[in-house]
């Protein structure tokens, strides 16, 4: 697999918590993909964090990149109800358009 | 917007009947992809395609056609549905610059 095992979990926080989810891959990539997905619905990108960046920023989102432990992790800041969802990281492995997806964290945030 | 449409929404099949389950884009991208997602497994690429008339295998083929007759719509074919084929299958688009792929609403199938 791609994936490390801690990529599947299951996280509740309660609303204006801080959360972060870790993912770990296996091939070289240059870039991780953060998708998020809400309940019946296709996911959707929030986040795209290239191997020349430690970090990015976007809103209450954070991403950080970790090229020599191939890890990256999503933070939430001040968790929101409607921040509830299934979140992925993903990989194009050797540049190629062939997205490999983790197994997922999924996110319950309680009021 | 980018929008990436899928049919049907959901479907109930037979085991050893023929299963069609459609895309359509009309972001004008390039790339189109078909995955399924399991409990616990997240997103499996099974067939992609970059050029109308031409598909790739991508990391699940086995069991499943795909066809690209234009560069609007994508085709996912099960020739003899399985048991194991029940799943939720989601089609997506990309276009040949960035990495964002766009995602359709999915198709859950029930393999019967």
């Known amino acids: 697999s791609q994936w490390g095992e801690e990529n599947l979990q299951a996280l509740s926080i309660q609303e204006g918590e801080d959360v972060t989810m870790n993912c770990s891959y296996k091939?070289?990539?240059?870039?991780v993909h953060w998708y998020r997905q809400d309940s019946g619905r296709g996911p959707a990108l929030i986040i795209l964090?290239?191997?020349?960046?430690r970090e990015k920023r976007s809103g209450r989102l954070r991403a950080t990149l970790d090229t020599s432990s191939q890890s990256s992790s999503l933070s939430i800041t001040a968790a929101q109800c409607e921040d509830t969802a299934v979140y992925f990281c993903?990989?194009?492995?050797?540049?190629?358009?062939?997205?490999?997806f983790g197994l997922g964290t999924t996110l319950q945030v309680q009021p | 917007e980018a929008a990436v449409t899928q049919s049907p929404r959901s479907k109930v099949a037979v085991t050893g009947g023929k299963v069609t389950l459609s895309c359509h884009q009309t972001?004008?991208?390039?790339?189109m992809y078909w995955y399924r997602q399991d409990t616990g497994h997240g997103l499996r690429l099974i067939h992609y395609?970059?050029?109308?008339?031409?598909?790739e295998k991508g990391d699940i083929p086995d069991g499943y056609k795909a066809s690209r007759p234009s560069q609007e719509n994508f085709s996912l074919i099960l020739e003899l549905a399985s048991l194991s084929q029940t799943a939720v299958y989601f089609c997506?688009?990309?276009?040949?610059?960035?990495?964002?792929?766009?995602f359709g609403p999915g198709t859950r199938l029930t393999v019967l």
């Open positions: 972001n004008n991208h390039d790339y």
């Open positions: 993903a990989t194009a492995p050797g540049n190629t358009r062939k997205l490999i």
């Open positions: 091939t070289y990539t240059t870039v």
């Open positions: 964090i290239r191997s020349n960046e």
């Open positions: 997506a688009s990309s276009d040949g610059t960035g990495y964002e792929q766009y």
């Open positions: 395609s970059y050029v109308a008339d031409s598909t």
